[in-house]
């Protein structure tokens, strides 16, 4: 079978070791189809050849379906890494940042402790965030049991599930079929997986979250809570690209700690 080789000759220690647990990890029974891992080594991950498809309304409710099963699989706790991987990353292969793994009981205090604390240091060591930010971060971390709804178990999440890690393929009987690639895979709250969906409009989003609504009704406003569960990848953004993600990231946490 054809593969596609991911590589890096100064990747951090464990990068793709943790790629390659963490689409191991999501290959759940009735979930997404992933893409499959052929090899990895310590500077490169050897992955399935994916042939390209078109986005179409009937793969993206039937993946939304699937979605929830992924979901369902869950996790031993919010903040664990799957297994066999070694550390987490989010961000691209040329500058990933590290991602605070460990195990929390509940998820807002694994979402102050394990992501906007930490990337708030991380935008703070290059200069994007100041003491204003921090400010706003804390008024934010003080607020999230009262934002963040009803109680969820853990997840199993993809965890940077924007559309550009949904690969459209040529399906098996003609048609289009979505393939995960790309995780920052932990355990963690199934409505950001969602919530990333919308950060910069997937395909047929609506038809996605009808599918997922079919297989897992979300908890009573969940639309409400979309912005929340965007902070921390939008707070990475302002970090990596700076340029207009620094002042979204502002204008979101100002809506949020008000």
Avoid at 40 to 47: A, T
Avoid at 197 to 213: H, K, Q, S, T, W
Wanted: hydrophobic share 40%.
């Amino acid at each position: 079978m054809a593969s596609f080789r991911k590589a890096r000759r100064d990747a951090p220690e464990g990068f793709f070791a943790t790629e390659a647990a963490g689409l191991r990890w999501l290959a759940v029974d009735g979930g997404p189809r992933v893409v499959r891992v052929h090899d990895v080594q310590d500077h490169h991950l050897d992955l399935e050849r994916l042939a390209p498809g078109e986005p179409a309304p009937r793969a993206a409710r039937a993946f939304g379906r699937a979605l929830a099963r992924m979901h369902d699989a869950g996790a031993p706790a919010f903040g664990v890494l799957p297994p066999g991987a070694r550390r987490g990353f989010f961000g691209p292969l040329d500058d990933p940042l590290e991602m605070v793994a460990g195990s929390w009981d509940t998820w807002p205090t694994f979402y102050a402790e394990a992501r906007l604390r930490p990337v708030l240091r991380q935008g703070r060591g290059r200069g994007v965030f100041d003491d204003r930010d921090e400010t706003a971060v804390e008024a934010v971390c003080e607020r999230l049991v009262d934002l963040a709804g009803p109680d969820e178990p853990p997840a199993r999440l993809h965890g940077d599930l924007w559309s550009g890690n949904l690969q459209w393929t040529a399906g098996d009987d003609g048609g289009s079929e979505v393939v995960l690639i790309d995780p920052a895979a932990h355990g963690g709250h199934r409505e950001t997986d969602l919530a990333m969906l919308a950060l910069f409009g997937a395909p047929y989003l609506d038809e996605i979250l009808a599918g997922y609504e079919d297989a897992h009704p979300s908890a009573a406003g969940r639309r409400d809570r979309v912005g929340l569960h965007q902070l921390y990848p939008l707070a990475v953004h302002a970090v990596l690209f700076g340029g207009g993600y620094v002042e979204q990231t502002r204008r979101l946490l100002a809506d949020l700690a008000a």
